[in-house]
C-alpha cells in the first residue's frame, strides 16, 4: 500500500490513524492488506479487526484467479509445511502471507494439482528467491 502523495498513510484520517491509537514504524515497514489476501489473520485483535473489513474486488476474472491463488499457495505452506526441505516453511501468518503473495504463481500453472507436495514446495522456494533477486516471471 504506498503512501498518499503528501506521504502520508493511507489509514490515516485527519492526522490519526485507524488502526492503533499511536502509529507504530512497522506500519510503514509492511501493509496489513497481506493478511486479508492470504485468508490468515494477524493474531493482534486491533489488526485483525481491520483484516475482517478489508475486500477485494476483482475487476477481471484473471485478478479473481490470482487472489484464489494466492489463498491456496497460504493454505499449502500452512498445511503442507512437511514438504518443504527440512521443514522449512514461515509458521508466523506474516511470513506465511508474504510467501504466498511472492509465490501464488506456482498456484495458476496448468497442472499443479498433479505435482508431489514436495515439487509444489520446491517450485514455491524457487518463485519466492527470484521474486527477492527482482526477476520477473
Known amino acids: 500500500m504506498p503512501p ?3 506521504g502520508t498513510c493511507q489509514m ?3 492526522g490519526q490513524c485507524t ?5 507504530p514504524q ?3 515497514d509492511y501493509d496489513c492488506r497481506i493478511f486479508t489476501a492470504a485468508g490468515l489473520e494477524a493474531g493482534k485483535t486491533v489488526i485483525d479487526r481491520r483484516v475482517r473489513q478489508w475486500q477485494f474486488s476483482y475487476p477481471t476474472h484473471a485478478d479473481r484467479q490470482a487472489h484464489d491463488a494466492v489463498l491456496a499457495a497460504a493454505a499449502f505452506i500452512r498445511q503442507k509445511r512437511e514438504s518443504f526441505p527440512a521443514h522449512r516453511a514461515p509458521t508466523a501468518p506474516t511470513g506465511i502471507a508474504v510467501l504466498a503473495i511472492k509465490a501464488y504463481a506456482v498456484f495458476m500453472e496448468p497442472g499443479v494439482a498433479n505435482r508431489s507436495d514436495a515439487d509444489t514446495a520446491a517450485a ?4 519466492s528467491r527470484a521474486f527477492d533477486a527482482g526477476a520477473t516471471p
Open 19 to 23: 488502526i492503533y491509537a499511536d502509529r
Open 124 to 127: 514455491i522456494i524457487n518463485v
Open 12 to 14: 490515516l484520517t485527519a
Open 4 to 6: 498518499r502523495p503528501d
Open 26 to 28: 512497522t506500519c510503514l
